[in-house]
């Protein structure tokens, strides 16, 4: 419940995940896994300030695998086409920020699972976490940043996301901030996951910070 502070964002960050509160910020993919397995992104006593975050990539029936994730938005579960389960962002009224900074830590998986297709203009040695944001006016994304790891960092540590603004001119009112424990765990090609990731692949997060001028 302490995971982001910030001026700009209030108090609905108090939240918790897939909370039936109306002004739920975070969501996570916990309602699809549960259904087959224990959730794989639970909140842990280890965090700098009390509770952090930890997501994890596990393997699971139906889709293959399922990436650790956080985000702001809403889950509702579509077997049918996973995919669609996921809607990015929510109401944002402050002003523009120029960064997303934070604490983690990532140990990825011991084995990168074979035959993934995405990213397909690379093999990966080592699993990659993620940690983004997005911005938009309207329904035009006018910033983002974004965090990539795949060492394995065994103490808390921070990050920072400067965020690259394609229009300075307008103010953002809609946002999103992700964390996933597997950069492609969230690659479908029908039911299935088709990017390269490792099972085991463990991302903890904690105290999220919007700066700005």
């Known amino acids: 419940r302490d995971l982001v502070r910030s001026r700009g964002l209030g108090d609905v960050y108090k939240r918790q995940p897939n909370s039936d509160e109306a002004n739920s910020y975070w969501a996570t993919g916990n309602e699809g896994v549960v259904t087959l397995?224990?959730?794989?992104?639970?909140?842990?006593?280890?965090?700098?300030t009390g509770y952090s975050v930890q997501l994890s990539t596990i393997s699971i029936t139906m889709v293959g695998y399922a990436a650790g994730n956080l985000f702001i938005g809403e889950y509702n579960t579509d077997m049918g086409n996973p995919a669609n389960s996921v809607s990015f962002g929510?109401?944002?009224?402050?002003?523009?920020?120029?960064?997303?900074?934070?604490?983690?830590?990532?140990?990825?998986?011991?084995?990168?699972?074979?035959g993934a297709t995405v990213p397909a203009d690379r093999t990966l040695t080592s699993d990659e976490c993620e940690i983004y944001i997005k911005l938009w006016s309207g329904e035009t994304l006018i910033g983002e940043g974004?965090?990539?790891?795949?060492?394995?960092?065994?103490?808390?540590?921070?990050?920072?996301?400067?965020?690259?603004?394609?229009?300075?001119?307008?103010?953002?009112?809609?946002?999103?901030?992700?964390?996933t424990?597997?950069?492609?765990?969230?690659?479908?090609?029908?039911?299935?996951?088709?990017?390269?990731?490792?099972?085991?692949?463990?991302?903890?997060?904690?105290?999220?910070?919007?700066?700005?001028?």
């Open 181 to 213: 424990s597997s950069r492609y765990g969230g690659e479908f090609e029908g039911m299935s996951v088709v990017g390269q990731l490792a099972v085991g692949s463990t991302l903890w997060v904690d105290d999220f910070e919007l700066s700005y001028y």
């Open 37 to 48: 397995k224990s959730s794989n992104s639970i909140p842990v006593e280890d965090g700098r």
């Open 90 to 114: 929510r109401s944002y009224s402050g002003a523009r920020p120029v960064k997303l900074s934070g604490w983690y830590k990532y140990a990825p998986g011991a084995e990168m699972r074979t």
């Open 146 to 179: 974004s965090f990539v790891d795949n060492k394995n960092v065994s103490v808390y540590t921070q990050f920072e996301c400067p965020i690259n603004y394609v229009d300075k001119t307008k103010r953002p009112d809609k946002i999103t901030i992700v964390a």
